[in-house]
């Protein structure tokens, strides 16, 4: 695709987006609950109201129900990247099999077990609570469109047998077959290990569960400080203050209470479009039958998916990491990945030329050294966190509050007894040499995908167990 020709294309297609998510942008949000605005106590404080933070509240209550839980949220529950994903989960703990085999290897048999049993229990729950999460358990596809690639994905299918996932790899002719483009050159279809859902609507589900349960929650209440007390922690937000026996911090990508997570956490801002509604004959033009989700095989790949009314998310490719990890929304909201976006899109599917995007928004994500969430306790045993999922939140977040929940209470279980749990990750190195040292990275990642060959800084990060993708 020329320039001339892409911009021809590319802006009608833009010209209608709004700048709003598609999974909150729908009048059956919960209305919010009223921000903190008294001086409280309570047993278990958990800061942040995304997917970790409801599962630490539920699980909570499950394991105490006389226990008082809190739940304070700086917007409203879901705002932050659990509400705004792509709607994938997936079961994988440890950011794909491939990866879990080199950085777990004698861990692995426990990791696939846990990640199964915990995929399976959100399935359970949702079911039981009556959660309209269009929870589709159809795998997904992981795509070559580069010769060298190919190569990659038969790698994979032997991992992902041994495993004992369903795995088929399809040559460029069933690839089409299954999802028409002209840029496949095979697939590695994996029918096992997770799927898709409306990630706002589990939030929203969650969040009745657990005030059902007896938490209390407090939305539009940022907090402003944490201290250690000689009984607990005391929390302030901007009119009222919480003295917790015990926290639980679930922030995310947001900036880290705690001075110590920000050597682990690297915040990177991903963008996403949503088409309109696809017409019959459009999705027959592309097939795509069993609606599993796709992404592609490189390090800058792109995810996307059917959503439940028939339109097609088309997100990720650049990973965004503005200098000391902040920068206005203007610049957070870049325009030209949009459009980056726009334009493969159209390579991808060209017979849908002229179908429109009606929603375009971005997010961060909170990004490990290693892509495996970190936790740890501070504050003498009273704080817990969970943070770092990197990109694999919607499923390993459930997986996070328990452990989060275990360290706080001095549980010892198995999940405690994890090295993935015990052993931190590389921090990253602080300002000004993490901006040009992210951006190296990049860019070799960038030369590998076109090259098909790993180099030798990256051949050295990997030693190091050091990682950065999109």
Partial sequence: MTLASSSALVDPALRDAEHRVFWTDRPDAPPAAPPLASRVRTDLLVIGGGLTGLWTAIEALRRDPSRDVMLLEADVVGSGASGRNGGFISESLTHGIAHGNETWPSEMPE??????????????????????????????????????????LASAHRQHQAAGEDSELLDAEAARTDVDSPTYLGALRVRTGGGTLDPAALCWGLRCAALARGARLHEHSPVTGIAATASGVEVTTASGSVQAQRVVLGTNAFPPLLRRLRSWILPVYDHVLVTEPLTPSQRASIGWREEQGLTDAGNQFHYYRITPDGRILWGGYDAIYHFAGRGPASVEAREQSFR?????????????????????????????????????????????????????????SRFGARTALDLVDGVASERTALELVRRRPVPFPPEPVRYPLVRLTQAALAREDVSGRRGTYLRLLDRLGVGFNS
């Fill in 111 to 152: 990791l696939l077990r846990l990640g199964r049993e915990n995929l399976a229990e959100i399935a359970d729950f949702v079911a039981a609570e009556g959660i309209d999460a269009q929870l589709r358990l159809r795998g997904k596809s992981l795509i070559a469109v580069t010769p060298h690639q190919l190569a990659g």
């Fill in 340 to 396: 980056t976006l726009a334009t493969h899109f159209l390579d991808t599917f060209p017979q849908l030329e002229g179908l429109r995007f009606t929603h375009r928004w971005f997010g961060a994500i909170d990004t490990t050294s290693r892509f495996t969430p970190l936790f740890g306790t501070a504050m003498g045993g009273h704080v817990a966190y969970s943070v770092g999922y990197t990109g694999l939140g919607v499923g390993a």
